[in-house]
């Protein structure tokens, strides 16, 4: 059974930086790529980044583009994303995604709060 867990969110000042991590279990992590999304209050979930299984190809959401980074170390099955220049209107619940067969799986989620 494929598990994904969050970690690393919290309350920061807008301009501050956060790092969230992803460890995967129960699949070979180098074989998936994953992504991240998120879901601000009142609003749908929607697509942050995502990186290849090799990490050579990255893609992000025009929002976040300049200011935040995905990452994987495959030796650790850990997805990482770097947050950077933190506004409040990167306050959401953050995802962290993959697909097996077709199928997304995903975290429980964990919470950023950026205070103005």
């Known amino acids: 059974q494929v598990q994904l867990v969050e970690s690393g969110g919290g309350l920061v000042q807008a301009g501050g930086s956060l790092r969230l991590s992803c460890a995967m279990s129960g699949r070979t992590f180098s074989n998936c790529t994953m992504g991240w999304f998120r879901r601000a209050p009142g609003k749908e979930r929607e697509f942050v980044a995502a990186i290849s299984w090799s990490g050579g190809y990255t893609s992000y959401a025009d929002s976040v583009k300049g200011r935040f980074t995905i990452s994987r170390d495959n030796a650790k099955s850990t997805v990482y994303l770097q947050m950077n220049s933190l506004t409040p209107e990167d306050t959401a619940v953050y995802y962290c995604?993959?697909?097996?067969?077709?199928?997304?799986?995903w975290g429980q989620g964990t919470q950023v709060t950026v205070s103005s």
């Open positions: 995604m993959t697909a097996v067969a077709g199928t997304p799986i």
